[in-house]
């Protein structure tokens, strides 16, 4: 059952039902005009990652300020991105097993699609699935630049599965996925810059071996939110999927210099019992703030520290010395990690000036399949 | 948007699509049986917690067992139940926001419902609330017995807090809520007795105040599936809150000796990448399986280790000698924590001698408010 929406255009934030996905739109659009301007300025594609927006409003105005597409991890989220008219999807990473891919094939007649494989069994069941279809699939390479995650190895194993691919009649070969998840929360900007130096030159390897095999890689993607100015300044890179910088969040907050972005994401709660000097409860546990990369941050607020979750409740520690929380007060909570957070939730609450200004429905919420 | 069923009856659970929440009807059922007959044996009524649960299907089978209600821990989880015909609910905590409380209250034309309070200034708002809909609403004082989150001190202050409630003539005095929330994962039987004789030491000597202020108890109410034993032996509590208990988790099971229930519920997941050997890579990551009580385990797979999740990818470590899973096999996962694990679905798939038998709604998922 989809959830009504927590507030009315118009309302004041302290209208608001909690708990609550606060987007704070100045710093959000902020954040689009930052990133557009510094992929044009690179010389680089835009395309967002819509695993962390999970937002068809969010999509098309990525797209509006120059974004040449999206990127989901999902087919479920791609075809809520098709459907609603986003029209070039890339799902960057593998997609596995037969009804998911006869899905991911049926988009094809109202969209350009695109999958990563990493696997040749991975490859023929894509095909199998365009055949069966009567479509073509294109399908990237997806290397392995240092996460140790999904992917082949940079080199002679991706210029075999890319050949493979480019034999097929119902696949095309649409270049190499190369994402270094791990890279991204790296604090020192050194660490940063050996790590993407190190995807970037395998990745410019693999291209190199690819045309020497005849194979040109009209996508050579990867990059997110922690990284993405050295890929993009590499010369390699002609796609960047990053999604957080759109919302920001206080992991991303804690490298070394923080990502060029403003904190755009909050979830509203409220302080629901008071019991002891030192000690308040708000209405915002482990189902509304997951803290997978650590608690969330008490926005505005120096002095109170969300000490940790139950499944509905948070603890709040007061310091000696900072201002008590009221019975009713709301906070709110910067979370540790925006994806996870943005997919426990229905809608968006968009305030600009203290003011709701917009309900957006978070329509890939929870489409996982 | 709420995301299509994964299945249909009458499939094998291989053809399920993934990730999808794997309800074993027959551990299941036995679960429900087993604490129906133990809270009748002990002569203690059973108020399952819907916060874990989140079904209506789900509900109404414990009722249908005896159960005399339904606890939630949020006024929309109460709503959902209500509308779909649950007629007896206590929620289980505070409810803070006048939008919140006149919605408890209109609740009243159709059910009976309780609320939690701490705080005269909580009762007062119940109070208003209960008095502008016309209605009289039922209020337990939480007392804290240990667990350090929300409530009062147990004896005086509670007595002071009943006092104000049954003194309104739009309200009516509940009870206590005694629930020990930090006493059901400690590991040994010695520290559960103790914390759970502490509680109900503490909830007895409340009991008797209240007497002697001319205030009858007409719910103690407590207790989880780590403890429920301790609380039903007591002599004290008359009702059991226990939610976890119909499906088990794997942090429940690290209790000794583990609470006397089957392991009901998994994630089902597919093996997406082989990338190398001793690693194997499935679709369930932060978004299907939340990692707070630690990392699910691999089912009937010894010697796989679930290492890790990222937001859409599980990273599997096969230690040598293990069987490596194949490109496409599923694996069951058994979540760290049922309650924000079940949160993250819109469907039970139940499951029996391998067929899909029933798709339930997840009717309450995403109930925060």
Redesign the interface.
Known sequence: ???PP?AEPGMREE?V????LILDLDAFEANLDHMAGLAAAAGVKLRPHA?THKSLVIAHRQLARGAVGQCT??V?EAE?LAWGGVLDILVS?????P??LARLAALTRIAQVAVCA??P??VA?IETAAEAAGTRLTVLVEI?VGT?????APGEEAVALARRIAASRHLAFGGLQAYH?RAQHKRSPEERAAAIAEAAQAAERTVEDLRRAGLDCPIIGGAGTGTFALEAASGVFTELQVGSYAFMDADYARNDPPPPFRQALSVLA??????RDG?A?V??G???L???SGMPLVSGRDGIRYEG?????G?LVIEPGADRPR??EMLRLVPG?C??TI????WYVGVRSGRVECLW?I???????
């Not at 039902?17 to 609550?20: E, F, G, I, L, V």
């Not at 990473?93 to 097993?97: A, M, P, R």
């Not at 329509?363 to 399949?369: E, I, L």
């Open positions: 059952m989809l959830q927590p209208e039902d909690t708990p609550a695993k991890q999902k479920a809520i990473n593998e997609v596995v097993g009804r998911k990493d696997h069994d991975g069941a392995d140790g995650r999904c992917g082949v998840g409220t302080v629901m019992s008071v019991p000690a409860v209405d915002a482990h189902k509304a997951p803290t997978d979750p139950s499944d509905e409740h603890r019975l009713g990690h994806d996870p997919d426990r939730y229905d429905p329509a890939a919420r929870g489409a996982m399949a």
